[in-house]
C-alpha cells in the first residue's frame, strides 16, 4: 500500500449501504486526497455532468436503486471510454460477469470487500493513470521541441537509403531563395549530384555519407560541421543526424537537423582577416609577421624602426593626433621602400614600432644593411610630420638582423634594445660580439625552448581543482619545458615565457601546449583548463586551431582560461573571442580575479561561466575585511550563475572558510601540486 496520498487524481465511489460507504471511504482516502461519494447511479451521473467527466477512477456497486451500476458503466462509456472502473457485488451470477466485461470494466470484485485488495486494485489503476500523464507530458515537450527546432533549424527526414520522407518549410524557402527554384529531389543524395559539400575531416561526399550511416544504423549520433558550395556562395551548417524512429531493432527514420552558421562564419573569417592588421595604419601586424616569418626567414633580413619617445607625443597631442603621426610615418615608408625591389613587406608591431622585411641578396652582408640603415636614418632626420596644422619633427632608432640563427625577430629586438642602451641610432645584431648578459641568457633560453619543441620536450603539468568533498573534478593545465640539456630540470613559466613571447615560435609553443592538454583529459577523462594570454585571443592562428578542435567535439569540456589583467586590453576582441568560442561549446573562466582588486567591467561586458578568485584574495578570507569583499564578490557570482573557482588554497583553515562562503571549486597545494600526465595516471593504477 502506498504512503503517498495524490492530491491529483479524482476517484468517484458509488454505494447504496452508507455504512459500507463510509468505512470503504476513510480507506481510500489514505491513498486518494479527492473522492466523490454518491448513493445511487443518478447521483453519480450528476456528479460526473458537473465535473464533466473529468473523473480518473471509478468504484461502483451494482444493485442500487434508480440506476444500477452497469447501467450507470454503460452510459458512462458513451461519454468516455477511458475512465478505469472497478465493481464491487455480492452476486456471482456470469451474465453480470460478462456484461461487464463487454462494457470493458477494468475490475469485478466480490462482496464483502477485501479492503487491502481493493487499496492494491486503486493503486495500481493510479500508476497506471500516472505513467499515461507523463508520457501525455513527454509527448507534448516532444512536439514543442519538435515545434521550436523546425522554428529554429533546418530538418529533413530520410528513410535508410536517402528518400526524403519530410523536409521543413523554412528549409523549403531557403532552397528557394539561395537557389532560385522549389527542392524537389525525392532522394536526399540527388542534392549532392548538383552541389558540392564536405567537412574539415571527410573531404569528400561518399565519406560524408558512408560515416554519417555507419554511425546512425549504429544508433549513434552523427556531428559535424558541414560546407555547401551553392551558385558560388558559401554556406555553412551544423549538421546533427540521428535514428528517430526505430521500429523491431530497426532504423526506419533518420532525422538530420542543420543549423545555418554561415553569417557567424563569415563574421568569423573578417575577423580573422582584420586580426592581422594594425587597427590605425591598417599595415600587417605582429601576427602578420609572425606568420610569414614562420614560412622562411633564411632569404630574409629584419629591420625594426621605432619611433623615438612617442610616448611624449601621446600625452603632449593625445591619442587623435598620435595616431596621425603613425599613418604618416606609415605613408612615409610606403612611398620610401616603393621601388625598392630587395624591399617585402611593411608591418606596425605593437606601439610606435614598425618592421621591414627585406629579400637577402647573396652577396647581402653588415655593409649594406648599414648602408639600407643610414639612408633610412638619414631620410627621417629631414622628413617634418605634417598633421593637422602642426609640424612636428621626429628620430628614428633600428635594430636588425639577417642571421636568424635562433630566431631572426629575436635576434632584431635586441639589436634595437642594444642601439637604445649604446644610445646608436641604429645597430645590427651581428655587431653584437660581446651582447650584455640578458642578451645571452635570452638567446640561451631561445635555444634550449627551440630544441625542447623539436624534441617534443614542452608539455603540461595538470594540477587539480577538487569539490567541498576533495573529489577532483578537472584540472588545470600549466606549461612546462623539460630542459633538453638536463632532463631532470623542469623548467617553469617564470624562466622561458618572456623570452618565447618575444619570438616567432611563441605561436607553435601554444597550440603544442593546447593540443597536449586537450589530449591529456582523453586520458585524466576529465575536463581541462588552458591558460591563454591576450596575444592568443587575438592570434587567428590560434583562434583558428581552438576552433578547428571544438567544432570535432569533445567528450569533456574544454575550458579557456583567460588572465583578468590582461582581458580588458581590448574589450571588444576578447568579447569577440569569447563569443566565438562559447559558440562551439567552450567554456570560458577568467583566471587570476581579484589580483590588484579587478575591474567589475567583466560581468557587464563578457559572457563567461567561471571566476576564478587570484590568490591575493583568497589569501585574505581569514581577515574580515578580505572575507566581506570575498563575500560579496561570491554572491555577485551566484546571482549571475557564474561557478566559482578559490585558487592558492594552502591550508585547512582556508579551506573551511571559502566552503562558508559557498565557493564550488577549490585549488591550490593543499590539495596537490601541479605533476604530469604519466605521474597522475601512475599514482591512479596504484
Known amino acids: 500500500m502506498s504512503s503517498v496520498k495524490q492530491t491529483n487524481i479524482k476517484l468517484l465511489y458509488i454505494e447504496d449501504d452508507l455504512t459500507v460507504q463510509e468505512s470503504v471511504c476513510n480507506i481510500l482516502s489514505m491513498v486518494v486526497e479527492n473522492i466523490f461519494l454518491a448513493s445511487n447511479g443518478e447521483e453519480a451521473l450528476n456528479i460526473l455532468e458537473k465535473e464533466n467527466y473529468l473523473i480518473d477512477i471509478i468504484i461502483t456497486d451494482i444493485r442500487m436503486p434508480k440506476l444500477n451500476g452497469l447501467e450507470l458503466v454503460e452510459i458512462i462509456r458513451e461519454k468516455s471510454k477511458d475512465i478505469p472502473v472497478i465493481i464491487t457485488t455480492a452476486f456471482n451470477e456470469i451474465n453480470y460477469l460478462q456484461k461487464a466485461i463487454d462494457l470493458k470494466v477494468d475490475k469485478f470484485i466480490q462482496k464483502p470487500v477485501n479492503l487491502k485488495d481493493l487499496i492494491d486494485e486503486v493503486q495500481k489503476l493510479i500508476n497506471i493513470i500516472s505513467t499515461k500523464r507523463e508520457l501525455e507530458r513527454k509527448k507534448i515537450q516532444l512536439l514543442n521541441y519538435k515545434t521550436v527546432i523546425n522554428l529554429t533549424n533546418y530538418v529533413i527526414e530520410i528513410d535508410p537509403i536517402g528518400n526524403i520522407k519530410y523536409i521543413s518549410d523554412n528549409l523549403k524557402t531557403f532552397f528557394k531563395e539561395n537557389l532560385g527554384f522549389e527542392l524537389e529531389f525525392k532522394n536526399l543524395f540527388h542534392i549532392g549530384e548538383h552541389y558540392d559539400y564536405k567537412t574539415e575531416e571527410l573531404d569528400s561526399k561518399n565519406k560524408i555519407r558512408k560515416v554519417m550511416f555507419k554511425k546512425v544504423l549504429d544508433l549513434e ?18 549538421m546533427t543526424s540521428f535514428a528517430s524512429y526505430i521500429e523491431n531493432d530497426e532504423v526506419k527514420t533518420i532525422s538530420i537537423i ?12 573578417k575577423q580573422i582577416e582584420e586580426l592581422y592588421k594594425d587597427l590605425v ?37 593625445g591619442f587623435d593626433i598620435s595616431d596621425k603621426i603613425l599613418n604618416c610615418v606609415a605613408d612615409e615608408l610606403k612611398s620610401y621602400f616603393q621601388a625598392k625591389e630587395t624591399i617585402e613587406d611593411i608591418y606596425k608591431l605593437e606601439n610606435a614600432l614598425f618592421a621591414i622585411t627585406t629579400k637577402k641578396e647573396k652577396d647581402f652582408d653588415i655593409e649594406k ?3 639600407i640603415a ?18 612636428i619633427d621626429i628620430s628614428i632608432t633600428l ?16 639589436a634595437l634594445d642594444s642601439a637604445y642602451l649604446t644610445k646608436k641610432h641604429f645597430t645590427c645584431y651581428t655587431e653584437l660580439n660581446n651582447p650584455q648578459n640578458r642578451y645571452v641568457q635570452n638567446i640561451n633560453m631561445q635555444r634550449k625552448v627551440k630544441k625542447a619543441l623539436s624534441q617534443d620536450l614542452m608539455m603540461p603539468y595538470f594540477q587539480p581543482i577538487v569539490d567541498k568533498d576533495k573529489n577532483i573534478i578537472k584540472y588545470e593545465a600549466l606549461a612546462r619545458v623539460i630542459d633538453p640539456e638536463d632532463r631532470n630540470n623542469i623548467l617553469t613559466p617564470n624562466f622561458f615565457l618572456d623570452v618565447v613571447q618575444d619570438s616567432k615560435i611563441y605561436e607553435k609553443f601554444t597550440i603544442t601546449i593546447i593540443k597536449k592538454a586537450i589530449e591529456s583529459s582523453l586520458k585524466l577523462k576529465k575536463s581541462v583548463g588552458i591558460n591563454l594570454s591576450f596575444e592568443d585571443i587575438t592570434n587567428p592562428t590560434i583562434i583558428n586551431y581552438l576552433e578547428g578542435i571544438l567544432k570535432k567535439g ?8 583567460f588572465l583578468e589583467s590582461e582581458g580588458l586590453q581590448d574589450i571588444d576582441k576578447t568579447i569577440y573571442f569569447c563569443n566565438i568560442m562559447k559558440s562551439y561549446g567552450a567554456i570560458i573562466a577568467i583566471d587570476d580575479f581579484g589580483a590588484g582588486y579587478s575591474n567589475y567591467d567583466y560581468f557587464f561586458n563578457i559572457s563567461f561561466d567561471i571566476l576564478k578568485l587570484d590568490g591575493s584574495l583568497v589569501k585574505r578570507v581569514e581577515d574580515y575585511r578580505g572575507f566581506l569583499l570575498l563575500e560579496s564578490i561570491i554572491n555577485l557570482a551566484k546571482k549571475l550563475n557564474i561557478h566559482v ?42
Do not use: M, W
Request: hydrophobic share 35%; proline share 3%; aromatic share 12%.
Open 374 to 391: 643610414d639612408k633610412l636614418i638619414e631620410h627621417f632626420d629631414k622628413f617634418i610630420v605634417p598633421v593637422d596644422t602642426l609640424s
Open 369 to 371: 644593411s648599414k648602408k
Open 258 to 269: 542543420l543549423k545555418d552558421i554561415s553569417e557567424v562564419v563569415r563574421k568569423k573569417d
Open 221 to 238: 549520433i552523427f556531428s559535424k560541421h558541414i560546407v555547401f558550395n551553392i551558385n558560388e556562395n558559401v554556406f555553412t551548417f551544423n
Open 281 to 317: 595604419t591598417e599595415l600587417p601586424n605582429r601576427h602578420a609577421l609572425v606568420k610569414d616569418l614562420n614560412k622562411t626567414n633564411e632569404d630574409k633580413s629584419l629591420l625594426l624602426l621605432n619611433i623615438d619617445n612617442f610616448r611624449k607625443y601621446k600625452h603632449t597631442y
Open 399 to 414: 635594430g636588425t638582423s639577417c642571421l636568424g640563427n635562433t630566431d631572426l625577430l629575436l635576434e632584431a629586438y635586441i
Open 645 to 686: 573557482v578559490a585558487e592558492f588554497v594552502e591550508s585547512e583553515t582556508i579551506f573551511e572558510k571559502l566552503k562558508t562562503l559557498n565557493v564550488d571549486f577549490f585549488q591550490g597545494y593543499y590539495f596537490d601540486k601541479a605533476r604530469s600526465l604519466e605521474e597522475i595516471l601512475s599514482s591512479k593504477s596504484t
Open 554 to 561: 569533445h567528450p569533456y569540456p574544454i575550458v579557456l582560461e
